[in-house]
């Protein structure tokens, strides 16, 4: 609801501005982009028009506000004024309204529960309601003193039905060392399951068990040093973080709990976790896109799985700004140069750099060694979607190629029974390909893997395929390697392009448990 520029967007001379369906931006007014909005907000125009007065705001005094010219919305309890946003956001006057005079959260959380809305709406907050929408009972303090076995994990009656079997945590400790272990009872976890930081003076660790969270999250009660180990045992389900102490004396407790402290919750309630990264290079890959490598803190642990996003989230003009990228591998850059970097301490992005775009510029501009922060990973892709897969169909339009990188990679190395690998790679002109060579210099070498490109706007010098997505173009790249073959199409790039991909793949009869598409 409340959106930024973008999820997904159309380039300015881009075919996606004349394609229909979806959830499509609305071209914006001259003198309503983001920024501008960030302009007014910072401009000391009363913009609630309760010159900087919060009230509580009863449910009927919201739903008397319902009209373009006087709308509040409800998010999470607070109250905001959208009105003056109406002209600026991007989705829309239309899904602006969707949530006039109510309460919104729903309606946002299913659109873009990352946006950060407190932000970009401060200037529009009206107040608190005075009757709490819908509070999750999470952060009830722990009164058992924490040493030893502790009780089960608070998850809610329906949770208590439809979810995992609840998890569990202990610690013990030696002179130097603290170990925490989590039961997950799981026998899928690994080390991308679970993601940990220890900053100011907060340790939190979250496991995540099919659609749910296990968090641990405590104040601990003496200092620990920076860095810790993670260890899995894959077969049990057993999560053991080690921690370093500062001081060889004996805790008497782990320490006190923090919000949502070991309680078990659907990944969509648990709201993003941000650490901030340092950035160490960036290079130029095409004309316009850039491979950035960002620095972990010795502090987290985590690891994005493969077709994974992560949101990125920096401070422009004052406000916070957040945007989704797919961390990619560098295996395709490691026969070109010095593997150096090689510990899970580094994510890449390839992006690119739009220069009427409001985020990727403020990202080019930044300089080594400067801090950007960087989410949890989210995306419905599952490792299990390879299983037993014999052929891998790869569909990518622009920047829509990062997720296949780590596909590609992972695929290739960790799919026995799998003949075939093949990539159709959709750009405007041959300077837009991303790693063209090294994709050629793959496909040489790995006589599973195959690349085509279709190009929108060649040269008269392109021999190569042209055009867009297109029935003809896939009938033909889309030869199963036998004719039962068990396949799996991935498709990712913009909405329209997406969209249009999906409807064509259901023409050729491939099942919908065939396709995967990356959206927001
Ligand atoms: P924006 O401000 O969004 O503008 C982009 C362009 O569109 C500009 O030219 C701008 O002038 C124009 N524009 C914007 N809004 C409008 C409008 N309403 N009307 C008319 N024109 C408009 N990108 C990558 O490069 N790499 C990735 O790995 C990557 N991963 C992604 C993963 C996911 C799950 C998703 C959903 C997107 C991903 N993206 C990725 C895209 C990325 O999130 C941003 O959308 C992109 O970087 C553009 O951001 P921006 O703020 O710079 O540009
Ligand atoms: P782009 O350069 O604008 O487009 C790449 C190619 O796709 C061009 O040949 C383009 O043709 C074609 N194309 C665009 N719209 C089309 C349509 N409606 N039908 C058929 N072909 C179409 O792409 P980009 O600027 O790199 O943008 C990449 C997009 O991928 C962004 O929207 C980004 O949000 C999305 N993305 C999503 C994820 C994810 O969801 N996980 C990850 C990464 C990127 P023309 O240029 O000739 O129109």
Known sequence: MLNVPSQSFPAPSSQQRVASGGRSKVPLKQGRSLMDWIRLTKSGKDLTGLRGRLIEVTEEELKKHNKKDDCWICIRGFVYNVSPYMEYHPGGEDELMRAAGSDGTDLFDQVHRWV??????????????????????????????????????????????????????????????????????????????????????????????????????????????????????????????????????????????????????????????????????????THDTKLFCLMLPASTHLQVPVGQHVYLKLTITGTEIVKPYTPVSDFLLSEFKEPVLLNNKYIYFLIKIYPAGLFTPELDHLHIGDFVSVSNPEGNFKISQFRELEDLFLLAAGTGFTPMVKILNYALTNIPGLRKVKLMFFNKTEDDIIWRSQLEKLAFKDKRFDVEFVLSAPTSEWNGKRGYISPALLSQFLKRSLDNSRVLICICGPTPFTEQGIRLLHDLNFSKDEIHSFTA
């Open 116 to 285: 950060n809305y407190e932000s970009m709406l401060k200037e529009c907050l009206v107040g608190r309601m005075a009757i709490k929408p819908a509070v999750p009972k999470d952060c009830r303090e722990e009164k058992k003193v924490l040493n030893g076995m502790l009780p089960k994990s608070q998850v809610s009656d329906t949770l208590a039905k439809e979810g995992p079997s609840s998890p569990s945590y202990d610690w013990f400790q030696t002179d130097s060392l603290v170990t925490i272990v989590i039961y997950t009872k799981q026998k899928d976890i690994n080390l991308d399951s679970v993601i940990v930081d220890h900053q100011d003076d907060s340790f939190r660790a979250e496991t995540i068990i099919k659609d749910y969270s296990y968090i641990i999250h405590m104040g601990l009660s003496r200092e620990i040093q920076e860095d810790f180990s993670v260890r899995v045992v894959e077969n049990v389900g057993k999560i053991e973080i080690v921690l370093k102490k500062k001081e060889n004396t004996s805790w008497k407790r782990l320490g006190h709990p923090l919000e949502n402290h070991n309680l078990l919750i659907p990944k969509k309630d648990t709201g993003l976790y941000y650490r901030k990264c340092q950035l160490i290079s960036k290079e130029g890959v």
